[in-house]
């Protein structure tokens, strides 16, 4: 009994929605006390589930030294999506992985003591994600955040 910890119920919800590529878009996170639930929808579509845990990130951050070399601008090696469902589509998994990473990494740099996995399902309209498209949803992810 004393390995359960209290945690406030309901999970906290936050919500935004928006358009991408004038496409009706809606951006979602639900707090659990274990994992960060995010998901993206576009016209109801919820095709694709990623994950990228973020546990180990932080014993790698704590206890890495700090350096000056060029190798400190490469991603962390712990951020690394895995495709849950949905990625039989290259395009579409490459760019769901590359969502995945970066939502990651926000959360990350926002709070270096985040330790939950982050799972995020994505039902994108289009397979393909242009500049503009990619920091539109992102941006709308960092709403919820």
């Given at each position: ?6 945690t ?14 004038d ?45 000056d ?35 990651a ?27 503009s ?13």
């Open positions: 009994m004393d390995s359960v910890a209290a406030g119920y309901p999970a906290t919800t936050k919500r935004a929605a928006g358009f991408v590529k496409v009706p878009t809606v951006a979602m996170t639900v707090g659990f006390a274990d994992k960060i639930l995010i998901t993206i929808t576009q016209d109801g579509r919820l095709a694709q589930w990623f994950h990228v845990p973020l546990d180990s990130a932080n014993r790698v951050i704590a206890g890495a030294p700090e350096t070399d060029d190798d400190s601008l490469l991603p962390l090696t712990h951020l690394t999506p895995t495709t849950l469902l949905g990625g039989t589509v290259p395009e579409r998994e490459a760019a769901g992985q590359l969502l995945a990473v970066q939502i990494s926000i959360i990350t740099t926002r709070n270096k003591d985040e330790g939950r996995m982050i799972v995020c399902g994505l039902g994108l309209k289009s397979a393909e994600l242009d500049q498209s990619y920091l539109e949803l992102v941006e709308l992810v960092g709403k919820c955040l």
